[in-house]
């Protein structure tokens, strides 16, 4: 039996941008519901670890104007300049506002929020204004700073007595006739199908990362609400690019903060020179993560990589760091110093790699790590239906949604920012609509397809063939071999016939788990399907974009195309409409305009 | 290197009681427990279960005993459980009502976190000039250890007072107290000590230590306890 719930305001998602939506729309008056297929704490905000950018100016002078300029050069220009002056203005609000909340962080002295330098972050050189310099931006707590976010916000939350419905898995999203309804979720324990009736709905349900083999994000980011999206015929905007961080744990893809050389840490080669020098002389190692991440690669297809293989080093060493005079202001680095700035990423180093730091390098590549497309919404996290129409009563914030304020790399420090600036406008935004608007009528047995899909994957599970984790890991593969940091017409070709061969043998998974409680084995099947569809408009998209951006880098059309690509690419689903996994293999590409207001787009050199 | 998991299985749809599922798996020494455990779940029975998500050791959802000790099976190594060849017994925290496998009822202990007031209070106009609230690096310093806590449940489900009395509030709740007890910033300490000075509050503690070894986050846990019962004892916050 299907049980029914009505609220104000369904949030999905319980991270940073839907626990900051939900205390602001809690506060504006609405009623509230936080669905999240996991407990909110596990979300994976909690790893983000160096920092949350916003112009303080606690340290040296620094102004929202420096701040947005460097979201749109980071972003190679494809940034709405809209969104992102309220992202650089509303920081700082939202960062004090944290702060009230009782986020403990790091103090200066005189008892400040304390702020250190991260990459592409800059500000005018007091000696030659036309050089910009790295700048101390990012407010921080060691570097467990998203940790702090998400325990800050979820305890608030407590404080104000939000609804959480906790390992509850969103399967669909109920919009009809560009109005939004509300949601269908699957209740974890017993895999009873619940009816949220809202007036109004938010996605917040962070990336979906684990389309790639080497991969920064949690077994959880499937992206399953942003499929549900699409499949309701609602636009996904820039997916191509997708950021590549240059610092995972080599193999493992676990993160290492871009905090790391925000204290000093530097890029080696096999020949132990400091190669960012030669790529970007005056950002060097503080260049930003897409452009770090290809200078890997370059350095490992030129033999370079330590010992001719995959990867180099990143060296923290105080020796190093002293010697290269990489590290921040004119002090000296001490070993005291890093192991206090930098306590959990030397930590993933001891346990993961069983080295330390300290003594010697570390061997790192590029991870998939963060998605800057998703579903497209306007700058009060409105999701849109196409260009221009916003869909009544939906909303999306956090990295499933596409302000877009990242454009076509996104600057370390700025997903926080995202997070707490695009939740906290669309929290209350939504409150405001919640007060107005009357809840739309829901139309019968809204659950039906959702029923439909999970009975056909139990039904196939029983005489299927292959295991979803064999899928899974092909499709993995596949994508960080080709749409990875460099791409090709020939590669994405190959990757979109594979990924269609992938969905054909979808449809048979096995299922050995035929029970109602937690039944993972069903829930996995169900995230492999999103995965796909995913995967798919990612390579779509990236095969369509012909120049290279950002994060965007095609070897076919290595030179960014203004003339023909400075505008946001638009994904919608042409195909018949069946589950996760199912959908018909078939899409239209249309562009929305940049929005640009202060910065005519330049050459991008640091 | 081949290890053999022994893995307390419990599914109350079939089985009346939990009994052990013996599997062998090839691994790398450098694979964490959790991929060891992915290996049986993703290769050899999709019907187990346990929960996981970030898979270093940050989100706090795979706490679990290990060859009877508890930990984040993605935070511990192979190499460092199990020579080759060798054995690695799995089961569910202690003191938890198991829903299916590994998996166990948290309502409970979310339930004792939220008794202790877990969240900042302050009703002190704000700052005039509409900036944080100044702190010394000191005073942040004094409650940093709480602030690690990513509510695993590791500490408190290996405390035998908790086995003992289930209503025992236990040391993660103890230790989110103290994160808001010893912070100069916050006004609610007094309330939050009357909280863990009741019967089922801070005393009920033995200082075994065994919170303090489970902490996958190396907090202390059990000289945080310490710190309350002396504030209470003397009634003053130093």
């Excluded at chain 1, 790091?106 to 800059?122: A, L, V, Y």
């Excluded at chain 1, 005018?124 to 700048?135: L, M």
């Excluded at chain 2, 909280?195 to 489970?214: D, H, P, S």
Aim: charged residues 25%.
């Amino acid at each position: 039996m299907t049980q029914h719930h009505h609220f104000d305001a369904v949030i999905v998602g319980a991270g940073g941008a839907g626990l900051m939506a939900a205390l602001h729309a809690s506060q504006g008056g609405a009623n509230i519901a936080v669905i999240s297929k996991l407990y909110p704490t596990r979300s994976h905000t909690g790893a983000a670890q160096g920092g949350i950018a916003a112009a303080l100016g606690n340290m040296e002078p620094d102004s929202w104007e420096n701040h947005m300029y460097d979201t749109v050069k980071g972003g190679d220009y494809l940034v709405d300049q809209d969104a992102a002056e309220f992202l650089a203005k509303d920081a700082i609000d939202a960062i004090i506002e944290l702060e009230h909340m009782g986020l403990p962080f790091d103090r200066t002295p005189e008892g400040k929020i304390e702020q250190r330098r991260f990459g592409g972050h800059t500000a005018p050189d007091p000696n030659d204004p036309e050089k910009r310099i790295p700048v101390m931006r990012s407010c921080k707590a060691a570097d467990r700073t998203g940790h702090m976010i998400l325990q800050t916000l979820y305890q608030n939350c407590i404080k104000q007595k939000v609804n959480f419905f906790s390992e509850f898995f969103v399967v669909d999203v109920l919009v009809r006739d560009n109005v939004c309804r509300g949601v269908v979720a699957l209740e974890i324990a017993t895999s009873e199908l619940h009816l949220f009736h809202s007036k109004a709905v938010m996605m917040a349900s962070g990336g979906f990362g684990k389309m790639f083999q080497v991969s920064s994000n949690a077994h959880s980011l499937t992206g399953d609400p942003v499929v549900a999206a699409y499949r309701r015929g609602l636009p996904l905007e820039d997916m191509e690019f997708f950021q590549f961080h240059p610092t995972g744990i080599y193999k493992m893809g676990i993160l290492l903060s871009e905090a790391s050389r925000g204290e000093g840490a530097v890029f080696i080669n096999d020949n132990g020179e400091r190669f960012m020098e030669r790529y970007m002389p005056t950002l060097k190692d503080l260049a930003p993560r897409d452009i770090c991440s290809r200078c890997i690669y370059l350095e490992v297809r030129d033999g370079r990589g330590i010992n001719g293989k995959d990867y180099v080093y990143m060296d923290y060493r105080p020796e190093t760091i002293n010697r290269l005079k990489s590290g921040p202001g004119d002090k000296p680095v001490t070993r005291e110093h890093l192991e206090k700035a930098l306590p959990d990423v030397l930590e993933l180093v001891r346990v993961y790699m069983g080295l330390d730091p300290m003594a010697q390098p570390v061997p790192i590549q590029p991870t998939a790590h963060y998605a800057m497309g998703g579903i497209a919404t306007d700058v009060d996290a409105r999701v849109l239906a196409d260009n221009n129409t916003a869909v009544m009563g939906l909303y999306a914030a956090g990295e499933c949604a596409c302000v877009s304020v990242h454009g076509a790399n996104r600057l370390g420090t700025n997903s926080l920012v995202d997070l707490v600036v695009f939740g906290r406008r669309g929290g209350k935004h939504m409150a405001d609509f919640c007060s107005n608007a009357e809840i739309a009528p829901l139309w019968p047995s809204p659950e039906k397809d959702t029923l439909a899909e999970f009975d056909r994957i139990r039904a196939a599970g029983v005489n299927g063939k292959e295991r979803a984790a064999t899928l899974r890991n092909e499709l993995q593969k596949l994508m960080t071999d080709k749409v990875g940091v460099f791409r090709t017409e020939r590669d994405m070709a190959w990757a979109l016939a594979d990924i269609k061969a992938l969905k054909a043998r979808y449809a048979n998974v096995k299922v050995d788990d035929t029970g109602k409680i937690f039944n993972t084995d069903v829930l996995e099947t169900y995230e492999l399907g999103c995965l796909l569809d995913l995967a798919e408009v990612t390579a779509a998209a990236a095969l369509n974009r012909t120049e290279s951006r950002g994060g965007h880098a095609r070897e076919d059309y290595p030179d960014r195309d203004d003339i023909n690509w400075l505008n946001h690419s638009m994904c919608y689903s042409t195909g018949s409409k069946t589950g996760p996994g199912l959908l018909e293999s078939a899409w239209r590409f249309d562009k929305k305009p940049v929005s640009i207001t202060k910065y005519q787009p330049k050459e991008r050199k640091y | 290197m081949r290890v053999h998991l022994k893995i307390k299985r419990f599914n109350p749809e079939k089985d009346a009681a939990p009994y052990w599922g013996e599997y062998d798996v090839e691994v790398e020494p450098t694979d964490r427990a959790l991929d060891a455990l992915h290996q049986v779940k993703w290769f050899q029975d999709g019907s187990f279960n346990l929960r996981r998500s970030c898979a270093h050791g940050v989100c706090g959802s795979d706490a679990m005993r290990l060859n009877g000790r508890n930990r984040l099976a993605c935070k511990v190594l192979m190499q460092d459980l199990v020579p080759d060849g060798g054995t690695l017994t799995v089961e569910p925290l202690l003191g938890m009502r198991v829903i299916k496998d590994l998996i166990v009822d948290m309502e409970p202990f979310f339930k004792h976190y939220e008794s202790v007031m877990p969240f900042f209070v302050n009703d002190t106009p704000l700052p005039e000039n509409g900036r944080e609230r100044l702190q010394s690096p000191e005073a942040r310093e004094r409650y940093d250890e709480g602030t690690k806590c990513i509510l695993c449940a590791a500490c408190t489900t290996s405390c035998p007072s908790f086995w003992a009395n289930g209503e025992y509030i236990g040391p993660a709740a103890i230790v989110q107290a103290h994160r808001f007890i010893f912070d100069d910033r916050d006004q609610a300490a007094e309330e939050r000590l009357e909280i863990l000075n009741e019967q089922m509050g801070v005393w009920r503690c033995r200082t075994a230590f065994n919170c303090t070894n489970a902490c996958p986050r190396d907090i202390p846990v059990t000289q945080l306890i310490g710190e309350v019962k002396k504030a209470l004892a003397t009634g003053r916050l130093d």
